[in-house]
């Protein structure tokens, strides 16, 4: 098969070097900053979670959970209607999907790529298998069937979109309990591929043709950590959004432009933007509507901000939200496209009633690598999370945050969702 | 969103013409035939699960299934190693990675695709969560949010032809738990996207883009059955190979041409074969032999038969048919490529060491829908590959298939796989 399989001067595959990498990385190996962000996005997807996890889609997730799992386990459900203890399998499924509910957990900025897959499932499959394939202490050859057998599992289509359909929780919650499934079968003899990918008919070729980049799979590993590169989610609209947000806020604020002034707002992107955000039309559900870019530049120019509490039932029924909404426009702008998903840019041209136009730019968005959340940002958006969640005791959520921002020290995750 | 979907001139999504179709199917409903040719597939899908019980993947699979699952339940694994039972998802992952491991079971001749999803997973998920949905008595609505979220989970990549793991397994075993969970969490509220077989973002761009035929969703509902265009596997090779070992024993039967006095073998044969088959090499293991043209052919040509039997690791080994595999060479024939998937053509051209040429063709494989296996040979089938699996009571495996010849009066399928 030597002709058929992609080794390096080294020996073995890409994949092999990372799944040897992982197999071997000891806690101690990871530097400061890279563990105090990790926990930084522990805590904002602790909030997550807790966020949504009365949605319907969680709900039915759990149900499945009752009827196909084990009556009790040691994990933990964060799901807020049935009490009950389960599997590891079960418990990342519910948790995984009640996560992605509200659309504000962590986002990698440059791995944004081609809409044909959802790539927090189609990558997560990969890394939760890895992470797993570590607590379990699999060796380097097992973790890499973990990482094959993970891969080969990846899926999550963006059809969803056109109907407001519950796929994204189910995309999240499967990636969580299909890497756990590749990582326990892998110590127990299944054999995954050795090169799932960048091979032949791998994950690169189907999922993504034509715009991989296969250096990026061993090339600085252990010396580069992408949780560096990853962001924050500020406002709770889609994160294509965010940077058009950002600029109105920043463009408001400077001029002192009134929401009932605004004629039209023109919102200059980059094109993964435009594909993605165009996708979900008008925005008839209270998801879409944060898919919405004039939707979304309505609610910043209203209210001053686009937080969870700002995207209801009654605000889709907002006349004045919903008629501004029709006088936004996106255009692409190529220069913001060209260094896209480098930096997330964004520029806002707004004209007012009284004819007057003004621009206003942003290099990063709030919440990116170059501008991320502070601690007590992170506490506060948490807290309201989990306000927004129906988990009303703010001492508890404090305790939570605690143990969280000492998580190496915790001997384990109990109480952590109850 | 109307001018993203893809509804129809009679209203809805085919997708949605499917899924009420399905709903509103009843017994009643179907042609004899249909449901004699369905338990004929039952048949022999039983055999091909206990060939395959012993099966590393399979016993990984069934340990996640005792770490993850119930303790107990109503549903049987057919697992040789652990004894327990189960919730129906677990049954169904580890009984359908099971049923594919001695690559014995049935295929749907037309359905054979661009190689680059894993087809028998990526359709077999729908048909797992369309028949679930019967099952639990869901309405068109929600048996079009499990096709949906069947769809949204579809995956299995062909990368692992080339390292012969074990992820075929994984494909068929996940596809049934997918379209399992996929029907419950439809039964209890998740939504599932409406078009998800041809919608702009959907399993027909992403998985096959450019080859589809949206007719044939819901073109023929109630009047085509596609079950009686699918095949039975009589040798145990991949079925690319059928062809044209039909065509070698024909030719060797009708010349009286011995295995030593062969001194090569042209296969032509259609793109889909060479581009499946060329994927594995030589065949390190037993599996990938099964998918060189040159083994295959060496196997036919040496005992006159490919049975699961013929090939061991001892025939790995066996000089004889190393070197007759050498001399195999696949080619492309325009016409029997022309014709492909709607007739399985094969020709050889074979030249004997004393220097003549004997060319003989077959226009279907054994086992196509215009050549069915009989039930004496199904029943022979069935007993061979319960013999493989290390079943040995011939009398249980009869009353098991007598059982299954009239599946439509049992009452549950209890007792059927210990």
């Known amino acids: 098969m030597a002709q058929l399989s992609t080794s390096t001067q080294s020996g073995g595959t890409r994949t092999e070097h990372l799944a040897t990498w992982a197999a071997n990385l000891k806690f ?70 009640s996560s992605h509910v509200v659309e504000q957990d962590d986002l990698h900025n440059r791995s944004i790529m081609h809409p044909r897959f959802h790539s927090t499932a189609t990558g997560g499959v990969i890394g939760v298998a890895a992470a797993t394939a570590h607590l379990l202490k699999l060796d380097a050859a097992q973790t890499l069937s973990a990482i094959g057998t993970a891969g080969t599992q990846a899926a999550g289509l963006w059809q969803f979109l056109m109907d407001a359909t519950h796929s994204k929780q189910v995309h999240t919650g499967k990636a969580c309990f299909d890497g756990i499934f590749a990582a326990y079968t892998a110590r127990d003899g299944l054999l995954g591929t050795k090169d799932i990918l960048e091979g032949p008919r791998a994950m690169g070729v189907a999922l993504v043709p034509g715009t991989t980049n296969p250096e990026a799979i061993d090339q600085k590993l252990g010396t580069d950590y992408e949780v560096l590169r990853s962001s924050f989610k500020w406002h709770a609209s889609c994160r294509h959004t965010h940077p058009s947000a950002d600029a109105l806020l920043k463009l408001i604020k400077k001029n002192d432009v009134a929401f009932e002034n605004i004629e039209s707002v023109i919102s200059r992107t980059y094109q ?51 008629e501004f909404q029709q006088r936004v426009k996106m255009e692409l702008d190529p220069e913001i496209d060209r260094v896209f998903p480098e930096k997330w840019q964004g520029t806002v041209i707004v004209t007012t009633k009284a004819g007057k136009t003004f621009t206003e730019s942003v290099e990063f968005a709030k919440g990116d690598p170059e501008l991320p959340l502070t601690r007590d940002e992170i506490e506060r958006k948490a807290h309201t999370l989990a306000a927004y969640g129906g988990f009303t005791d703010t001492g508890k959520v404090n305790q939570l945050i605690d143990r969280a921002w000492n998580l190496e020290n915790q001997k384990n995750l109990n109480g952590f969702v109850f």
Chains 1, 2 share one sequence.
């Open 28 to 97: 101690t190996d990871l530097p400061e900053d890279v563990v105090q962000k990790t926990k930084d996005f522990f805590v904002d997807w602790l909030g997550c979670a807790i966020a949504g996890r009365h949605h319907p889609a969680v709900s039915a997730i759990a149900k499945f959970a009752s009827h196909m799992g084990p009556s009790s386990g040691k994990s933990e459900l964060v799901d807020g209607s049935l009490k009950f203890t389960t599997s590891p399998a079960f418990a990342s499924l519910v948790n995984g999907a």
């Open 272 to 322: 993964a933007a435009i594909n993605v955000l165009g996708m979900t039309g008008r925005g008839e559900t209270v998801h879409q509507s944060k898919f919405s870019m004039g939707f979304v530049l309505a609610v910043i120019a209203k209210k001053g901000q686009a937080m969870i509490t700002d995207f209801t039932e009654d605000d889709l029924e907002d006349s004045e939200l919903r």
